[in-house]
């Protein structure tokens, strides 16, 4: 039996004052309360967040305040669960060592770190090399994340880049492997991704404008005044960005300049750093590729010619206009292929079908002339038997090799990495994830459902409960899931909602439209004019879990964060009853008024996602239809719990701040609606691991409290 939500005296909520402004749009106007939330100054803010207006951090603080007395009888819960969680951490990780040339290179923890150590050995095993200690680099730092890391060809250096303040503006370094001193040249302001040429001294990297946006390619070469470093791409359209890439074989470069539903991709010979960029391909109006590279051969995974789940497609590296394109792979409706991975012998396609993952090897016959033609009697799938699971591919960084790297994990199993044979077709368990606290898959259950949706598609649920959980409707449900730029939400393991399954607690995923769980038209179908079937689709999950009777109404703790925030938001407006609380971690939920706005970092790249309200009335009303903070209303709401980050780029935040002061205008039930602003991160939240756990603990605790399981 559950009991409810304990009630000891709190302090009055913090109550925003009202400044309304107004401004109109398409013959409406719009009236905006709590406007003055955003600091005039935003962008100064996340390069220096001492500079936020005291008036507004006074609220933000008062929010903490409030949030931390309304949670204080779960502070001995809240690190109950941080103990459990740290406990099921293996205190000195590690990743599995990835061979290069003479080396091994691979990520590790040491017992008492909050961050990773890069390192190396020599192949096959020996001494270790510390290349870069994140403890000693994080020391004396709130916040600390390490972007982009390359070593060199030659392996005498390695480029990294850190963001010390949560705003997602990097800098670059370079540091001497023999020596282990840092050059002096040093990048600012830059995304943290960056690819060297092959000469060892010339490397690539995304610079920002203004408003956080990496719209610049420059060449930088070591020893040479920054200021120096020449521009070698600028994407003149605002609602574009670039990101960097290099092909395995290692003979090309690439810049890929793209939105959410269009790219194109230009190459520059790695061997000849100074060279200009070829087009691969020219942008189309929703035309998607990518691009790696075999011997003569580009192979392209592309949507072209009505290919909706991709097909691969070969084409002469020096002559790769689309006229020249032939195709290898043909398209298979309702088989997407996710990604792809060319080596010497072998092509690797990751693959979904059916709601489930799989990894298809195809090896490439013929001469080097021949490259690109593919023996399709030989391919072959990896297997996989659960009803629900995980699996990701590694291409590491050798491309004259038989071995293939992946990941596989379901909700009950911890993470396996094998290398893969594939030409014999044999497998190698590399590692499995240790629980060091304990772990029994046996003792926990995992299930695919599908949910019928309003207008008759279904919808996949993963489910994963203790054994011995009661299956009559009492138990509580907790609910995630996210529906955007078609990211799909793996089935995999995770061992902080352990500590909510163990409490009594179903965990269901809700894989809904906006991601491309069921193909490339389960994205299109949550998108743009059909957003809406996103929020239905939650909706329909958690009614039909209600059916089947694993719960009950108001007996849901929803969680999104970022665009899935987006979802806690509308689906609190649509259908408050369903839920006991809504967690909502960095929510998109002022989202006409960000649209509204092409100041903003990410707001004309957004445009093909949810539309360019500016622009189009129809876009402005689809909008302002579901726009989480647009449609609050007068009425009871569930337990809402907002967590923002001060620096946050993506999601800024006033967003949550404005969101929660609505809220507590005009909701009419006397449940928690609290607000939690860390103000010394981003959109990441906390950057150590052991940080982030006490993120987690408290949204757990948060759905502990309000299901009136014991708190402590």
């Known amino acids: 039996m559950h009991r409810p939500v304990s009630r000891p005296p709190l302090p009055v909520p913090p109550i925003a004052a009202r400044r309304p402004i107004t401004a109109t749009h398409h013959g409406v106007t719009l009236v905006d309360d709590y406007a003055w939330l955003r600091a005039e100054n935003w962008q100064d803010v996340m390069r220096e967040p001492e500079l936020l207006d005291a008036g507004i951090r006074a609220h933000l603080e008062a929010e903490n305040a409030y949030t931390d007395a309304a949670l204080a009888s779960t502070a ?11 406990g099921r951490l293996k205190p000195d990780e590690y990743s599995v060592p990835a061979p290069d040339g003479p080396f091994d290179y691979y990520m590790n923890y040491v017992a008492s770190g909050q961050y990773p150590r890069c390192c190396r050995r020599p192949r096959g095993g020996g001494d270790e090399e510390v290349l870069l200690d994140g403890n000693a680099e994080a020391a004396g730092k709130p916040y600390w994340d390490l972007g982009g890391k390359e070593h060199s060809p030659d392996h005498r250096l390695l480029a990294y880049a850190i963001d010390d303040k949560g705003s997602e503006m990097y800098t670059i370094r370079f540091r001497d492997l023999a020596t282990g001193e840092d050059l002096p040249d040093v990048i600012p302001d830059t995304r943290g991704d960056m690819q060297w040429a092959n000469d060892s001294q010339t490397i690539y990297y995304i610079r920002l404008d203004d408003n956080h946006r990496p719209l610049f ?29 290099k092909t395995l074989s290692g003979q090309y470069l690439m810049v890929d300049a793209h939105d959410h539903e269009t790219n194109e991709v230009y190459l520059i010979d790695a061997d000849a750093p100074a060279g200009a960029l070829r087009l691969v391909a020219p942008r189309e109006r929703g035309h998607e590729y990518h691009v790696d590279h075999h011997k003569t051969h580009l192979l392209i995974m592309t949507n072209s010619g009505g290919a909706e789940d991709f097909r691969v497609v070969a084409a002469p590296a020096d002559h790769p206009e689309r006229a020249n394109w032939r195709e290898i792979v043909p398209h298979k409706a309702g088989r997407l292929i996710i990604d792809m991975q060319t080596f010497a012998g072998h092509l690797v396609r990751l693959e979904r079908e059916d709601s489930l993952p799989r990894l298809v090897v195809t090896p490439i016959s013929g001469a080097e002339s021949d490259a690109g033609i593919l023996d399709v009697a030989g391919e072959h799938q990896i297997a996989f038997d659960e009803e629900a699971y995980g699996l990701g591919m590694s291409s590491g960084y050798e491309f004259d090799t038989t071995t293939l790297r992946f990941t596989y994990s379901s909700m ?11 030409a014999a077709r044999t497998r190698v368990l590399m590692k499995r994830q240790e629980i060091p606290s ?25 489910l994963l409960y203790r054994k011995g959980t009661p299956l009559d409707g009492s138990a509580p449900l907790f609910l995630y899931g996210y529906g955007a730029y078609g990211i799909s939400i793996p089935a995999s393991f995770s ?12 965990f269901a995923i809700a894989h809904i439209r906006g991601g491309k769980d069921k193909g490339y038209h389960w994205y299109k179908d949550g998108k743009h004019k059909t957003k809406r079937n996103t929020f239905t689709d939650f909706i329909a999950a958690g009614e039909y879990l209600v059916a089947e009777g694993l719960t009950q109404h108001g007996r849901i703790v929803a969680n999104g964060g970022s665009a899935g ?6 689906v609190a407006n649509m259908a408050p009853d369903l839920f006991l609380g809504i967690i909502a971690d960095v929510p998109f939920v002022d989202v006409l008024n960000t649209m509204l706005d092409k100041d903003l970092p990410l707001t004309p790249p957004e445009w093909p996602e949810w539309g360019n309200p500016i622009e189009s009335a129809e876009d402005f009303a689809i909008i302002r239809s579901y726009s989480p903070y647009d449609n609050v209303e007068a009425k009871p709401y569930p337990h809402i719990f907002a967590y923002g980050g001060l620096t946050d780029p993506r999601v800024t935040y006033w967003e949550p701040a404005k969101w929660i002061a609505r809220l507590r205008q005009l909701n009419t039930s006397d449940n928690l609606v609290l607000l939690k602003t860390n103000m010394e991160a981003g959109h990441g ?6 940080e982030r756990l006490r993120e987690t603990a408290l949204d757990y605790a948060f759905a502990l409290k309000v299901a009136g399981i014991a708190e402590g």
């Not at 060449?219 to 960097?244: C, I, M, N, Q, W």
């Not at 993470?415 to 044979?421: I, L, M, V």
């Not at 061992?495 to 179903?506: A, H």
């Open 76 to 86: 001995a819960l809240q690190e109950t669960l941080y103990a459990e969680m740290k």
């Open 217 to 245: 390619v420059y060449r930088h070469r070591l020893g040479t005044p920054v200021s120096e470093d020449v521009l070698v791409y600028e994407e003149k359209d605002t609602g574009f960005y670039v990101a960097l890439d």
């Open 412 to 422: 009950t199993t911890p993470a396996e990495t094998y290398d893969y044979e594939m």
């Open 438 to 462: 304990g772990h029994n898959p046996a003792d926990y259950v995992t299930r695919r459902l599908f949910a019928p949706a309003p207008d008759g598609e279904t919808v996949p649920v993963s």
């Open 495 to 506: 061992t902080s909602r352990l500590s909510l399954v163990d409490r009594g607690f179903i």
């Open 565 to 570: 925030g987006m979802l806690m938001g509308a």
């Open 685 to 690: 939240g906390a950057s150590g691991r052991y």
